[in-house]
């Protein structure tokens, strides 16, 4: 059996300029700054006693032939890896597998790469799982999430047009430390629009000036928040007034009732994550507001850290 963990990701700026409908048309690279927290994806893969395959998730299926799984991440990756029967996959995560926004569908696609084999640098298992996802599975996504969870830490990424994808290195600790300490993360509960994202993509050519403004953002936060580290409010703030602009339904009215509630209790800044429509909310204050925010929107607060933990094997190979 082999067992790998791997990170989901909270994106702070620049989300949507991953997406290739900008990168590959935009006069400047698409631009994310993001970071690992410590919650995990966790992948098992293990040889099975009889040649059916069993994949467990949120349901459990056992089928005869990889065609018929009906998880399309597993059933494309173990298709590109002429996998075959007899096996035996599970999943199990931290957070809701499904509309978190925080990246957990790409964390299991590096996780489950990085079960099957461990020949891959981190940009190759991004790359892969990308690859998987967007043109096997036919999912609208970027690249920022799989990249994230590849590399894990508090990291910038320029996405260029010609698909190369530049990784920085990890913020310093102290700076790292000073970000955590505002930051509040809630659970608005799962999206229910899930196409969102293909509006999003859809939209881009309309969009590219505003998305542009969001990518110079991730790089001006970049620059300046080793420096400046209180001013992450600022900027999710900012970001979140055009990120919501993108596409229908990336906010709504409880969402913008949310957002107020909190502006009002001490929040400077903040943003739903991922896609929108539901997921996880994440706000940014002065440590000495975080009880009145939480009494403020009334949801479920999810305590997190930062982590340098990348997707590893943490069993067996």
Partial sequence: MIIT???????????????????????????????????????????????????????????????????????????????????????????????????ASSSFAVGLIGAITNHLSPTGVAEMAYDIERNDCKRYCGKQDQYAAAFGGTRFYRFWDDGYVSVSTSLDSKTKKSMEKHLQLFYLGPRK???????????????????????????????????????????????WEYKRKLAANISNSQIENIYQKAMKAGANGGKVLGQGGGGFMLFHSDPKYHRSIKDAVGLKEVPFKFTEHRSEVIYGR
């Fill in 193 to 239: 629009d899930q196409d969102i994202l293909k509006r999003q993509a859809r939209n881009t050519p309309d969009r590219m000036e505003m998305l542009g403004e969001m990518a110079r953002m991730a790089r001006d936060l970049w620059d300046e928040i080793s420096i400046y580290p209180c001013e992450l409010g600022q900027y999710l703030d900012l970001n």
């Fill in 5 to 103: 963990r791997t990170p989901i990701r909270i994106s702070f700026v620049g989300g949507g300029t991953d997406l290739p409908e900008y990168f590959e048309n935009a006069d400047f690279p698409g631009m994310v700054f993001s970071t690992a927290i410590d919650k995990y994806v966790y992948v098992a893969l293990n040889r099975k006693f009889d040649d059916k395959i069993r994949v467990s998730y949120s349901v459990t299926e056992v089928v005869d032939n990889v065609d018929d799984i009906q998880h399309d991440i597993v059933r494309n990756t173990m298709k590109r890896f002429n996998m075959g029967t007899g096996w035996e996959i599970v999943s199990i995560a931290d957070i809701p597998g499904v509309g978190s926004g925080l990246g």
